[in-house]
């Protein structure tokens, strides 16, 4: 079964724009993973927030995590074409990582 | 360092046939995972093995799925027979031992079965 659920399912901004996606699970966790699907290819690694912290940057991405909500947002700024694909959350809990269903971000340029 | 390979890139078979599918995880990446992505669905775990060990197939349809990882590198995965919804993309991933590391993926295997 999935853990995390991420919303929205879609977003389609213009390019320049910031995008955020936010990213709800249920069970306890030692951490949270965002990674990046592009179609038909395999995901990618982007950031890995520890359930000890708050917030995370990683160049023009910054991760958010709330343990008592449950939650975490992932903020793309300043949008690029290259930003399309679909964007996923995975939460990690005692080494076993479930992913959420996604949210498909499309830039237009 | 090299990535993850996976091959076969894409396969199309008839129900009921069998279809094999091969990884070959990053170097000194003790843990390997297999997840099938079904379309519009995130990837769901099928199997995680840690060197050639077993850690967790809970979520995999044994009567019909098999993974092995025989010298704790490379892996296979067996689906005999297959069905119509095993249609999907299937995801190699590895990482370091340990909790908190990054998973790299593979390209995947995307199956169809007609």
């Known amino acids: 079964s999935q853990q995390g659920e991420e919303d929205p399912q879609a977003l389609s901004i213009q390019e320049g724009e910031n995008a955020t996606m936010n990213c709800s699970y249920k069970?306890?966790?030692?951490?949270l993973q965002w990674y990046r699907q592009n179609s038909g290819r395999g995901l990618v690694h982007l950031i890995l927030?520890?359930?000890?912290?708050r917030e995370k940057h990683s160049g023009r991405l910054r991760v958010t995590l709330d343990t008592s909500k449950k939650s975490s947002s992932l903020l793309i700024t300043a949008s690029r074409a290259a930003d399309t694909a679909s964007y996923f959350c995975a939460t990690d809990a005692n080494n076993d990582m479930r992913f959420g269903a996604g949210t498909r971000l499309t830039v237009k340029p | 360092e090299a990535g993850v390979a996976q091959s076969p890139r894409y396969k199309i078979i008839e129900k009921r046939q069998s279809v094999a599918f091969w990884c070959n995880p990053i170097s000194g990446h003790a843990t390997l995972y297999w997840y099938q992505q079904i379309l519009g669905q995130g990837p769901k775990l099928l199997i995680q093995?840690?060197?050639?060990?077993?850690?967790?197939d809970s979520q995999l349809p044994k009567d019909r799925f098999s993974a092995e990882r025989l010298k704790g590198v490379d892996s296979t995965l067996k689906i005999q027979p297959a069905k119509l919804e095993d249609s999907a993309v299937y995801l190699c991933?590895?990482?370091?031992?340990?909790?908190?590391?990054?998973?790299?993926f593979g390209s995947g295997t995307r199956l169809t079965v007609v």
């Open positions: 927030i520890r359930s000890n912290e």
């Open positions: 093995f840690q060197n050639n060990g077993v850690v967790d």
């Open positions: 991933a590895s990482s370091r031992l340990g909790r908190g590391q990054g998973y790299t």
């Open positions: 069970t306890s966790i030692n951490n």
